[in-house]
């Protein structure tokens, strides 16, 4: 079964700099995607980025990007010029390329400080 | 063009009654999902169904707990008899299609808590 990790449980960021979210997973599948979605206090879920497995460019949007490692199962998410409204609770997700059901690790808390 | 409305937002249930949350899908989208957050946890899949089709069970507890997505009108996550394990937040999403698909659309959420 495929597993994902988010190892901070939290973490902090002051306004305008860069923060790297971390986030491993296991799986014995090549083709998959990875997600990452923001979950502020409103509990919506938002999809931030995504990647495609088989795709070796690192997705980005705006100030967000990925570290997509794939040998190692890594992917973790980049914010860059850090606004307070990104203070929110960080998913990593995995989806079987196939698959229809996503498969979350447990969040990072990101707090923002002025 | 709304999103995935979830009703009730907030539903309080004492132990022992049934709890009945709702997903309208997205216009178009003929494919639901479900999925519960339990407290400081990230979500976890319940079921997938199709209009008056279940696809993948695979996360639904074995009781208590059924769903179903009619020809017409939203689908239902039904919970009977609840617990205090029943708390969480219940998230539904929907797609235009099944397998293959990259894109969900996230519903707001249900928190439902059980006193």
């Known amino acids: 079964a495929q597993t994902v990790t988010q190892s901070q449980p939290e973490m902090s960021v002051q306004e305008a700099e860069t923060v790297t979210l971390s986030c491993t997973y296991d799986t014995s599948e090549s083709d998959y995607y990875l997600f990452w979605y923001k979950q502020p206090p409103s509990r919506q879920m938002i999809l931030v980025i995504r990647?495609?497995?088989?795709?070796?460019q690192n997705a980005t949007e705006n100030r967000f990007s990925v570290n997509f490692q794939k040998a190692a199962k890594s992917f973790s998410l980049k914010i860059s010029d850090s606004q307070l409204g990104d203070a929110a609770m960080y998913f990593c997700?995995?989806?079987?390329?196939?698959?229809?059901?996503?498969?979350f690790g447990a969040g990072t808390i990101l707090r923002v400080k002025s | 063009n709304a999103g995935v409305m979830q009703n009730p937002r907030h539903l309080v249930r004492r132990r022992g009654q049934e709890a009945r949350l709702r997903c309208s899908p997205m216009?178009?989208?003929?494919?639901v999902y479900w999925y519960r957050q339990l407290p400081e946890e990230g979500l976890k899949f319940m079921v997938y169904l199709q209009k008056e089709n279940i696809i993948d069970e695979s996360g639904m507890p074995k009781e208590r707990f059924s769903a179903e997505f009619p020809k017409e009108g939203p689908s239902i996550l039904r919970i009977q008899q609840v617990v205090r394990g029943d708390s969480a937040a219940y998230f539904c999403a929907s797609s235009p299609s099944g397998q293959g698909t990259i894109g969900y659309t996230f519903g707001s959420g249900t928190r439902l808590t059980v006193v």
């Open positions: 997700a995995y989806r079987r390329e196939y698959g229809n059901k996503l498969v």
């Open positions: 990647q495609e497995a088989y795709k070796q």
């Open positions: 216009k178009g989208h003929s494919h």
